[in-house]
Antibody, heavy 118, light 108 residues
Framework: QVQLVESGGGLVKPGGSLRLSCAAS????????MSWIRQAPGKGLEWVSY????????YYADSVKGRFTISRDNAKNSLYLQMNSLRAEDTAVYYC???????????WGQGTLVTVSS | SYVLTQPPSVSVAPGKTARITCGGN??????VHWYQQKPGQAPVLVIY???DRPSGIPERFSGSNSGNTATLTISRVEAGDEADYYC???????????FGTGTKVTVL
């Protein structure tokens, strides 16, 4: 069965960096676009970034452009999010999700909490 | 950026029907997807491509989309349906997914 497992979250000071990972299993990872979505405490869902199956196409939300970098390693069935220059407003649960055929997000990981605070 | 508007809350008695709307400019021309999120859990896709159900999602969940409004309908509501629900479309003008504001469904 499809599994997505995020890791790498934690407490970081403003201006700091963190790298999130998402380990995928149960499907052919290299066939699918993947995405990161976040959810601030008590708030709604916010798309962060997505990457094409080959990694050649990447998009970012304006709120993270220039600070976050999405990448993938198809040989390791893994998705990454490098987060630099973190701000308090980046505090959220970060989910990785698989993109379905209709631009839906058909499978989600359980999420990893990132807290940016001094 | 494309804006999707949902009512903040919907209350429904057990066994009745809940309807959750998602408003957007000419949303009927887009594919709408719906997610259910229970407290402390990740979102789960319950409707994709306006009205299709992923395997494992009960037939009580259905969707429709026309004009400026998409609707998620939950028939014969159960206590376990209490959750936040989000609609989502692909914004082709900016090439990214857009989420609705979310609706909290309370089962009375």
């Amino acid at each position: 069965q499809v599994q997505l497992v995020e890791s790498g979250g934690g407490l970081v000071k403003p201006g700091g960096s963190l790298r999130l990972s998402c380990a995928a299993s149960g499907f052919t990872f290299s066939d699918y676009y993947m995405s990161w979505i976040r959810q601030a405490p008590g708030k709604g869902l916010e798309w962060v970034s997505y990457i094409s199956s080959s990694g050649s196409t990447i998009y970012y939300a304006d709120s993270v452009k220039g600070r976050f970098t999405i990448s993938r390693d198809n040989a390791k069935n893994s998705l990454y999010l490098q987060m630099n220059s973190l701000r308090a407003e980046d505090t959220a649960v970060y989910y990785c999700a698989r993109a379905g055929a209709y631009y839906d997000l058909d499978y989600w990981g359980q999420g990893t909490l990132v807290t940016v605070s001094s | 950026s494309y804006v999707l508007t949902q009512p903040p809350s919907v209350s429904v008695a057990p066994g009745k029907t809940a309807r959750i709307t998602c408003g957007g400019n000419n949303i009927g021309s887009k594919s709408v997807h719906w997610y259910q999120q229970k407290p402390g859990q990740a979102p789960v896709l319950v409707i994709y491509y306006d009205s299709d159900r992923p395997s494992g999602i009960p037939e009580r969940f259905s969707g429709s989309n026309s004009g400026n409004t998409a609707t998620l309908t939950i028939s014969r509501v159960e206590a376990g349906d209490e959750a936040d629900y989000y609609c989502q479309v692909w914004d082709s003008s900016s090439d990214h997914p857009c989420f609705g504001t979310g609706t909290k469904v309370t089962v009375l």
